[in-house]
Each structure stands twice: as structure tokens, then as C-alpha cells.
């Protein structure tokens, strides 16, 4: 083993160090592999996540046979499903909501899985500066008419109808709105009444306010806007268990699925691709026709095994992130029926400062609490979970909440890093994002994902199945 380990890490040294000279390196040497290691499919895919789940399950009804590299020991990505040793009941605080458009209705009625319409039983909210511990009344906060703001958001976005159905396809020029900062947006249209209910739907993108609006509309798309406006039209499982669709897609891949599994060199040349991934039973080499990046496409995340061409890496090494955390606590000390939301009342429409957190949420079961941060810049998990504690402590002190049995702790947790993938306004003036759909399909490779579509698993899902698919079917 020892051997193999030392070979390895000369390789990907070898690898990194190269692929900016050349663009044909790290050929995978076949005769390594016994032919039982050696699977042949169709496509490969990287990532077991929203969207590589959803493009693994639709190409195999087309006749595609695939194989997904899943580097968790479950499909998913962003679902996260709690299930509640004590009261036998289950809830999701990753993935909750889905539109209720073909799509989804096709994806979840294929497992049988029953969709319903979302109620929210968050139960009383409360307000609260979190810096400070301070309560705050609902009257004391920015006022103003908030359905006259949405149907005015909603004025803007029938400018742009291509965001939402065609990727990142945008016109050239850019039209100035979508590269103003979401905060200028909001003041020149006279939206800022719904900047906070954008603040609690449209989270973990860092600085809602200094983000271009572009990737603001992307994200609170016509969709999301009227399941708001009309306080219906989002669906989630019936069971609350979204986690259910992931468990049956793993036993429809059956052996076409690597979960626990990391890539650890792919080489693309004009036949084929060759993925090489150690799994839990050994190293593997998957051949494949087509490849389909379905992670988030930072150059950081690729750069490690991904034979990278220059144009690849130019464009990739642009994207920066932001950082998005969920978690579950137990014995928070918050009353079960209470949601307590972060506020600045001295701040722009009273966004609290990120790195922070959201809200914490009534679940509806006795002793648990959703928590959500966020943050525009790279901190610790560590940092994160201490600052969460610390500050529910300050807030139930400070609201003087009855005792109750037992300490604070995390019972899930779960760090999304990189979240929201975004360039420069100066980079998509100048034409990235055309650039970047150029890679579709070039090298024998594809992209998927919320980089390419938005943080929406139903938008991603209708992206994929109406503009990718077909392509790589043709
Ligand atoms: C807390 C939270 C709540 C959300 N709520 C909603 C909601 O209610 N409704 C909604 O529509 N959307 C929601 N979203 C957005 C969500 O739908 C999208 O972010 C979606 O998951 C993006 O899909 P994706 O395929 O691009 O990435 P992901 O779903 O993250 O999938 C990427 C997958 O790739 C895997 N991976 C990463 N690197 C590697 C590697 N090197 N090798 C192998 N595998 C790798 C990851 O483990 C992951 O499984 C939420 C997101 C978060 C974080
Ligand atoms: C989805 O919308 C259709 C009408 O288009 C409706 O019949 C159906 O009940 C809705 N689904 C759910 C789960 O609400
Ligand atoms: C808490 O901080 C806010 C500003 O963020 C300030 O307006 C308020 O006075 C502070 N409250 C206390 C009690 O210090
Ligand atoms: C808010 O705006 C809506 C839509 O323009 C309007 O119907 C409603 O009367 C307004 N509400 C108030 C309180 O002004
Ligand atoms: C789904 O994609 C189709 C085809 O591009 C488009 O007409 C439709 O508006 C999309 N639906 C949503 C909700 O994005
Ligand atoms: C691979 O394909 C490209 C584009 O079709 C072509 O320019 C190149 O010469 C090919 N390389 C080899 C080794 O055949
Ligand atoms: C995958 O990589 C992780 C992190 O480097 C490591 O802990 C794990 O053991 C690896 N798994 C396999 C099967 O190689
Ligand atoms: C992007 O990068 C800059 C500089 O490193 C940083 O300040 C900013 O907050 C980052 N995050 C986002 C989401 O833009
Ligand atoms: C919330 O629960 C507390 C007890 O924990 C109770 O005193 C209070 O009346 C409840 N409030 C509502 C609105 O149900
Ligand atoms: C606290 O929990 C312990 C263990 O479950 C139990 O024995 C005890 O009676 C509880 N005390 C109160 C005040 O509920």
C-alpha cells in the first residue's frame, strides 16, 4: 500500500505541475488494472449530488449506461434528512422545497415517492439583533409593502425570461441591471421591502446586498417569487424525508454507483475518457465515452485530478465562493414553538452582518432547533459551531426562557462549502459566461449543476433534463 501511496502523490504533483504547459497529461496506464476493475459505461459522471443523480437516472431510461462517483457514503449533496430517535419522525433542513412542474412531478412519481404541498409551522417569530442579544419587536423593523415589492421583483424578471430557462445563455451587451449590486437594484426599483424576506429565502450566497443582481435573480427565480406571493406552490415530500429519493436512485444505480469513493485521475483524449477512483474495495478504472462534471466547477476542486487545458483552468480559476452551513441542535433552550430570526435594525433593511446566523427554527418536534449560517469568506466549522452555541446561549439568557433538560448540542451538521460560485461583474461584461457554455461538450465533457443553473434543484433538474440532456443524447 505504501508503494501505491508514494506513486499516487508523485503523480498528482506530476499532474498539477504540467497542465498548465501541456494539455495532454496524466495518461491512466490500463495495464495497472485487472480486467474486474475495469468498468466500461457510456458517461461518467462526478458527483452524486442534486444534479448528478438526477442526469445519472434520466440516461439510463435513455438507454445510457453511466457510472456516478459519489465521494459521501450517500447520494444527495445538499439533502440532509434528520430522523428523530425519539419521536420515530424525520425532517429535512438541506433540500426542503420543489416547484411543482413536470420535472419533479416525473422524477419523484418514478420512486413513488408522494409530493405534498409544504406547510410552514415555524410557529411565533421573534426578532433579535444576534450581535448583541437584543430582542427586537416586528414594528420596530424596516416597514413597508411587501407584495407591492413582489409583484414589482416580479415586473424585473419578466425582463430577463431566458435566465431561467437557458443556463447562464446571456445576451451581449450584459443588460446593466443584472450587473448592478443586488442592494443598487433594490433602490433604484424601490424594491426594498422585500429585502429581507430575499435575505431568509435566498441564503448562502454571502453579501446579498454587494452581489450582482444577476446571480440574485438567478436564484429567486419566477418560481420561487409566486409559491411566495401566493403562500402556496411549494411541494416537499409527504413522508419530510427527501433523503428517500437519493436511497432509491443508489438501488436503481446498483453497481453503476461509487459512493465512498474518490476520483483520483482523469484523462481525456479524442476516443475516451479514463477515470481512475478509489472506492472502499480498491482503486478502479471506469472507461467511458463522455464525461459529466456534476460538482461545483472550482479549479481548486479539479485541479487535483482533472487533466485541465489552459482554457479550462483560465475559467475556472475565476470563480469565487461563498459559504453556506445548516444544522440540527438539540436542547437549545429555545421554547419548541418559537423561530427566532437575526436582525439589525441600524443596518440597510435590517441585514444582520454575515458571518452569522440566519435563524433558528422551530421544528415542530420537541427539543430541536434548525440552525442556518452563512458566510461571504472561508471560516472554520469549528468557528461556526462555537459561535452558534455561544450565541443561542446569549439569546435564551437574554429572553429568559424557561430551563430544560439537558445541554445544547449539535445533532446535525453540515458545512456546503463552496456554495455560491460567482465571477467578477468586470469578467461577465467581458463575455465568461459564453466562454464557459464553450465547454460543454468539448474534450468529451459536460457540466452540470448549480453553477450552470441556479441553487435550485427543480430549476437544475428542468435545465438539465431540456438543455444538457439532449445535447449529450445527440
Ligand atoms: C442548506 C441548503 C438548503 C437548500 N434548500 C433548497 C430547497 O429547499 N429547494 C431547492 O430547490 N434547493 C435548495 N438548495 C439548493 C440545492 O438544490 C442545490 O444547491 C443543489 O444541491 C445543487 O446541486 P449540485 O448537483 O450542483 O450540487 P450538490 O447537490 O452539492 O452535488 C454535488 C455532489 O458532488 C459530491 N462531490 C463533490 N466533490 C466531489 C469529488 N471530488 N468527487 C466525488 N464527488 C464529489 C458532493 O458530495 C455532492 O454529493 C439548498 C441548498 C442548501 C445547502
Ligand atoms: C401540482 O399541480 C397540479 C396542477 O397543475 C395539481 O393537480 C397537483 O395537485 C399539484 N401537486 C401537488 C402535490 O400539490
Ligand atoms: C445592539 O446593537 C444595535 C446595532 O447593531 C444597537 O442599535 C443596539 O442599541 C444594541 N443594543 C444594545 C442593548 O446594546
Ligand atoms: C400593498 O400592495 C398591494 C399590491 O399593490 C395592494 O393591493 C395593497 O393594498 C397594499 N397594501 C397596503 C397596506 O397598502
Ligand atoms: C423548464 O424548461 C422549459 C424548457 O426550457 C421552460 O419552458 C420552462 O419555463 C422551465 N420551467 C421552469 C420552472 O424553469
Ligand atoms: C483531437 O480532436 C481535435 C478536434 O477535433 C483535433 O484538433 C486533434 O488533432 C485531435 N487529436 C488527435 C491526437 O487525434
Ligand atoms: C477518500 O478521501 C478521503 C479524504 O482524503 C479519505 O479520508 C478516504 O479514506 C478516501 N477514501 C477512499 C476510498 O479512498
Ligand atoms: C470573494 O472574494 C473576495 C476577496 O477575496 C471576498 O472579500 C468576498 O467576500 C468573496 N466572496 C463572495 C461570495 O463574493
Ligand atoms: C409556546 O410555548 C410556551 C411554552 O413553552 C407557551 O407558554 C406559549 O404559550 C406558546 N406560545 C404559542 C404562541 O403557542
Ligand atoms: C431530565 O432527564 C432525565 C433523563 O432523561 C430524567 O431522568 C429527568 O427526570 C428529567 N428531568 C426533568 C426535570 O425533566
Known amino acids: 500500500m505504501a508503494a501505491i501511496d508514494f506513486r499516487h502523490c508523485f503523480l498528482s504533483f506530476f499532474a498539477l505541475f504540467l497542465f498548465t504547459i501541456t494539455p495532454a497529461v496524466g495518461n491512466v496506464n490500463e495495464a495497472e488494472f485487472s480486467e474486474s476493475d475495469i468498468i466500461t459505461r457510456d458517461v461518467c459522471i462526478i458527483g452524486g449530488g442534486s444534479s448528478g443523480t438526477y442526469s445519472a437516472i434520466r440516461l439510463q431510461q435513455m438507454g445510457k449506461s453511466v457510472a456516478v462517483v459519489e465521494k459521501e457514503s450517500v447520494l444527495g449533496g445538499h439533502v440532509n434528512t434528520y430522523f428523530d430517535p425519539v419521536t420515530g419522525e424525520s425532517f429535512d433542513y438541506g433540500v426542503i422545497s420543489f416547484d411543482n412542474i413536470t420535472v419533479v412531478r416525473n422524477y419523484f412519481d418514478h420512486f413513488g415517492i408522494k409530493l405534498a404541498p409544504l406547510v410552514y409551522n415555524a410557529g411565533p417569530q421573534q426578532y433579535a439583533d444576534f450581535a448583541?442579544?437584543?430582542f427586537v419587536s416586528a414594528s420596530a423593523l424596516p416597514q413597508g409593502n411587501l407584495t407591492a415589492a413582489l409583484i414589482g421583483y416580479g415586473k424585473q424578471l419578466e425582463k430577463y425570461p431566458y435566465l431561467f430557462t437557458k443556463g447562464y445563455d446571456l445576451p451581449s451587451p450584459v443588460p446593466a441591471d443584472l450587473l448592478l449590486s443586488y442592494g443598487d437594484f433594490i433602490n433604484k426599483y424601490n424594491l426594498q421591502a422585500l429585502a429581507y424576506t430575499a435575505f431568509t429565502f435566498i441564503q448562502g450566497v454571502g453579501n446579498l446586498l454587494a452581489q450582482p443582481t444577476l446571480y440574485i435573480m438567478k436564484y429567486f427565480a419566477p418560481a420561487t417569487l409566486n409559491n411566495i406571493l401566493t403562500g402556496s406552490g411549494f411541494l416537499t415530500t409527504a413522508n419530510h424525508d427527501n433523503h428517500?429519493?437519493?436511497e432509491k436512485a443508489l438501488a436503481e444505480l446498483g453497481s453503476s454507483a461509487f459512493i465512498s469513493s474518490n476520483v483520483t485521475q482523469i484523462s481525456r483524449n479524442n476516443d475516451s475518457v479514463r477515470v481512475v477512483i478509489s472506492t472502499t474495495e480498491g482503486r478502479k478504472l471506469i472507461r467511458a465515452s463522455q464525461?459529466?462534471?456534476?460538482?461545483q466547477p472550482k479549479l481548486s476542486s479539479l485541479s487535483g485530478f482533472l487533466d485541465l487545458d489552459a482554457e479550462e483552468a483560465s475559467l475556472l480559476g475565476q470563480f469565487n465562493n461563498s459559504y453556506y452551513w445548516d444544522s440540527v441542535v438539540r436542547n437549545s433552550g429555545v421554547p419548541d414553538n418559537t423561530s427566532i430570526n437575526n436582525v439589525d435594525p441600524a443596518a440597510p433593511f435590517a441585514l444582520p452582518p454575515l458571518p452569522g446566523i440566519y435563524s433558528i427554527g422551530s421544528t415542530g418536534l420537541p427539543g430541536l432547533h434548525t440552525?442556518?449560517?452563512?458566510?461571504?469568506?472561508?471560516?472554520?466549522n469549528e468557528e461556526v459551531k462555537s459561535d452558534i452555541l455561544t450565541t443561542i446561549a446569549e439569546l435564551v439568557k437574554a429572553a429568559g426562557y424557561p430551563p430544560v433538560n439537558g445541554t445544547a448540542e449539535f445533532v446535525g451538521f453540515n458545512d456546503h462549502r463552496p456554495f455560491e460560485l460567482t465571477v467578477s461583474v468586470d469578467a461577465i461584461k467581458a463575455g465568461f459566461y459564453a466562454r464557459l457554455n464553450g465547454l460543454q461538450?468539448?474534450?468529451?465533457?459536460?457540466w452540470t449543476g448549480a453553477t450552470w443553473q441556479a441553487h435550485d434543484s427543480s430549476q437544475i433538474w428542468n435545465w438539465t433534463e431540456y438543455q444538457l440532456l439532449p445535447k449529450m443524447a445527440a
Open 132 to 134: 448583541n442579544a437584543t
Open 441 to 446: 461538450g468539448r474534450r468529451k465533457t459536460w
Open 291 to 295: 464525461l459529466l462534471i456534476a460538482i
Open 371 to 380: 440552525v442556518y449560517y452563512g458566510s461571504p469568506y472561508a471560516i472554520s
Open 244 to 246: 428517500e429519493l437519493y
